[in-house]
C-alpha cells in the first residue's frame, strides 16, 4: 500500500525558510514522479511543484519559482521542499503526492496527509 | 497556463438522482498523437486529501464504484455520478497533466438536497 508522511510544516515569519520532506513507503519510490500540491485554507488545489522519478527534471508554478526548491533522495525513499523567501500568501496544507503513468503522461494517483505552514508575523 | 473552470460552484443533489460536473480547459488537453485527454478528476472529502476518481477523462481508478464515470474531449469534461450516495458529498476537483503548471479547476461542492 502506498505510503506518504509529511512533515516539516511550522509557523514561520515572512522572508523566512522552511523545509518539508515527504516520507515515501509501499511503492518503488524512484520509478514515480512526485509532486507537491498545496491548499489554502478554505480554498482550492494549487499544484506547487512537481520532480521526475530521476530528479532530472523539475517543475515549478510560477508562485513559486525562484523561491521554492523541489528534490528528492531516492536511497531515502524521500521527497523534499525546499522554502525560501516565504510570503503570507504561501500560507497552506502542503500535500505531497505520487505521480503514475507512462511514456504517455503521468498523473496524481496517491496523496499524503499533508503537512501545515503558517507564514505570519 | 491552461486555466481549468468547473461548473457550478455548487450542486445539491436528492440521494438517488444523477450528479453531473462540468469542467471547461482554456485550451485543448488532448494529445492528437495518442488520442489522450490528459484530465483526471478527484474528489475531496471534509478533513482529508484528495482521492483520484478518474484518469484520462474517462477511467475509472480501481476501487471507485462504477456510479462515478468521466467523460469528454479536448476542452470540455463531464463527471457523472448515477445515483448519489450519501458518502459521495464532497468537493470535487479537475485537473489536466497536459501541460505545466497542472492546474486543477476551482471545486464544485456537491450536498445532499
Known amino acids: 500500500e502506498v505510503h506518504l508522511v509529511e512533515s516539516g510544516g511550522d509557523l514561520v515569519q515572512p522572508g523566512g525558510s522552511l523545509r518539508l520532506s515527504c516520507a515515501a513507503s509501499?511503492?518503488?519510490?524512484?520509478?514515480?514522479?512526485m509532486t507537491w500540491v498545496r491548499q489554502a485554507p478554505g480554498k482550492g488545489l494549487e499544484w506547487v511543484s512537481a520532480i521526475s522519478g530521476s530528479a532530472g527534471s523539475t517543475f515549478y508554478a510560477d508562485s513559486v519559482k525562484g523561491r521554492f526548491t523541489i528534490s528528492r533522495d531516492n536511497s531515502k525513499n524521500t521527497l523534499y521542499l525546499q522554502m525560501n523567501s516565504l510570503r503570507v500568501e504561501d500560507t497552506a496544507l502542503y500535500y505531497c503526492?505520487?505521480?503514475?503513468?507512462?511514456?504517455?503522461?503521468?498523473?496524481?494517483?496517491?496523496w499524503g496527509q499533508g503537512t501545515l505552514v503558517t507564514v505570519s508575523s | 497556463d491552461i486555466v481549468m473552470t468547473q461548473s457550478p460552484d455548487s450542486l445539491a443533489v436528492s440521494l438517488g438522482e444523477r450528479a453531473t460536473i462540468n469542467c471547461k480547459s482554456s485550451?485543448?488537453?488532448?494529445?492528437?498523437?495518442?488520442?489522450?485527454?490528459?484530465l483526471a478528476w478527484f474528489h475531496q472529502k471534509p478533513g482529508q486529501p484528495p482521492k483520484l476518481l478518474i484518469y484520462?477523462?474517462?477511467i475509472r481508478e480501481s476501487g471507485v464504484p462504477d456510479r462515478f464515470s468521466g467523460s469528454g474531449s479536448g476542452t470540455d469534461f463531464t463527471l457523472t455520478i448515477s445515483s448519489l450516495q450519501a458518502e459521495d458529498v464532497a468537493v470535487y476537483y479537475c485537473?489536466?497533466?497536459?501541460?505545466?503548471?497542472?492546474?486543477f479547476g476551482q471545486g464544485t461542492k456537491l450536498e445532499i438536497k
Open positions: 509501499g511503492f518503488t519510490f524512484s520509478s514515480h514522479a
Open positions: 503526492a505520487r505521480e503514475t503513468g507512462s511514456s504517455s503522461g503521468w498523473f496524481i494517483d496517491s
Open positions: 484520462w477523462a474517462s
Open positions: 485537473q489536466q497533466y497536459h501541460s505545466t503548471p497542472y492546474t
Open positions: 485550451q485543448s488537453v488532448l494529445y492528437s498523437s495518442n488520442n489522450k485527454s490528459y
